[in-house]
Every structure is written in C-alpha cells, then in structure tokens.
C-alpha cells in the first residue's frame, strides 16, 4: 500500500496544526491509501537515512523548498533535478534550479535536469491521455541519460565532470539507441529491471571536487 507523509512543524506552529488537521481529514476520504507524520527535522534525517520509505511527502512551501533541495544534493545536485507542477487542467514540468542568468552563454549549466523534466511530462501525458506511447519514450529518455552519465566524459562542472551543456545534450539522443532492451533506470522514480544484464552505473565512488568555474555558487 502506498504511503502519504504529512511534514510539518505541529508541535511549534499553530498554522502547522492546522495543515495537519486538513491533511487527517482528506486522508480519511482514501482508506486505500496510508498516511503518516513526520515533523520536518525528523523527515530531513529521514531523507538521507532511508529516503526509499517515502513514496509522497506533503507540506507547505517553506519546508517543500527546503526538503526538495535536500532531496536533489542526495541524487548529485540540482542540476540532475526535474520538477513537476500539477494542477487539475494545467502541468508544468521544469528543471528544480529555475533559471541561471550568469551562466548563459557560456556552457557550464546541467541539461539534464531540463531533460528528465521532459521525462516527466511525458509520463504526465501517458498517464492523463491513457496512452502508452508517451511512457515508453520517458524511459528512453531516461535509459539515455543515464547511460550517457554512467560513461563519465559527459558530465558538467557541478557534477564534477569536464564537459559542456551542448556536449552533454549532444550525448544523451546518442546513447538512447543503446536504451532499448536494458536496464531502463529512471532518475524520477526508481529502479525497474527489463531483462536487463547490468546497470549502466559505475561504482559508487567520492563525488569529485566542484570546478572552480562552479565553486562560487554553492554556499
């Protein structure tokens, strides 16, 4: 059974009480669904603990923006996180660091989160449209750029790698031809085996030191 995980700060906010107390009553109106609580410090520990007990997490604003930034530094950075805003009628999919002015034109920003947003919209589309078609070239995507990382020569400066935006997004559509009939690994939402004979991921290792061109823009 999926499980919904209401974050809040209830034992210090009034307003925070008052979310959960709503959170309780929709709950109650999906008796298939399961839910729980979290204050926000425990869910932060959590999060880098055992971030796969979690399959939604609803708060508000402020700590939404600050969980979700903890949760794109624990998959390598904002620049490999896609975001998804869904309303009833609309949707927009776009990359978790918004926009970057100081680095246009010049090379150094991570497609990949813009790239996995396009993912995303497709499976939104697949999904509300009932139609196959647009899941399986998500995968595609995906399966590519993971492959494409996994290869190591294809990594921007916050990732610790030596190439370009354009030698990145050049990368990706490349690889997708070897996709198909592997191990399709979505960055989204998990792991799925497809008869598939081994990850495309390297071992796990030290992330690498920031680039000095990136140094300046993390704290």
């Given at each position: 059974?999926?499980?919904?995980?209401?974050?809040?700060?209830?034992?210090?906010?009034?307003?925070?009480?008052?979310?959960?107390?709503?959170?309780?009553?929709?709950?109650?109106?999906?008796?298939?669904?399961?839910?729980?609580?979290?204050?926000?410090?425990?869910?932060?520990?959590?999060?880098?603990?055992?971030?796969?007990?979690?399959?939604?997490?609803?708060?508000?604003?402020?700590?939404?923006?600050?969980?979700?930034?903890?949760?794109?530094?624990?998959?390598?950075?904002?620049?490999?996180?896609?975001?998804?805003?869904?309303?009833?009628?609309?949707?927009?999919?776009?990359?978790?660091?918004?926009?970057?002015?100081?680095?246009a034109g010049r090379g150094l920003a991570n497609?990949?989160?813009?790239?996995?947003?396009?993912?995303?919209?497709?499976?939104?589309?697949?999904?509300?449209?009932?139609?196959?078609?647009?899941?399986?070239?998500?995968?595609?995507?995906?399966?590519?750029?993971?492959?494409a990382l996994a290869d190591g020569r294809?990594?921007?400066?916050?990732?610790?790698?030596?190439?370009?935006?354009?030698?990145?997004?050049?990368?990706?559509?490349?690889?997708?031809?070897?996709?198909?009939?592997?191990?399709?690994?979505?960055?989204?939402?998990?792991?799925?085996?497809?008869?598939?004979?081994?990850?495309?991921?390297?071992?796990?290792?030290?992330?690498?030191?920031?680039?000095?061109?990136?140094?300046?823009?993390?704290?």
């Amino acid at each position: 059974m999926p499980t919904v995980t209401c974050v809040d700060k209830a034992n210090v906010l009034r307003s925070f009480a008052f979310f959960r107390k709503v959170f309780d009553e929709v709950a109650g109106r999906y008796p298939d669904v399961a839910a729980d609580h979290l204050y926000v410090d425990a869910a932060a520990l959590e999060l880098v603990r055992r971030p796969e007990r979690f399959d939604v997490m609803v708060t508000e604003n402020l700590l939404g923006d600050i969980l979700s930034d903890l949760a794109a530094g624990l998959i390598g950075g904002m620049g490999v996180a896609p975001s998804a805003d869904l309303g009833d009628h609309h949707a927009v999919f776009q990359p978790c660091h918004g926009t970057a002015p100081d680095l246009a034109g010049r090379g150094l920003a991570n497609p990949v989160a813009a790239i996995l947003s396009c993912a995303m919209l497709l499976d939104h589309l697949g999904r509300t449209k009932h139609d196959d078609a647009p899941a399986r070239a998500a995968r595609k995507i995906e399966s590519a750029v993971a492959l494409a990382l996994a290869d190591g020569r294809f990594r921007t400066a916050d990732i610790g790698g030596p190439a370009s935006t354009k030698e990145v997004t050049s990368a990706i559509p490349a690889k997708s031809r070897f996709a198909n009939g592997r191990r399709t690994i979505s960055l989204t939402g998990g792991v799925s085996l497809r008869q598939v004979p081994r990850s495309p991921w390297p071992a796990r290792r030290p992330n690498p030191p920031v680039s000095s061109e990136w140094r300046g823009r993390f704290p």
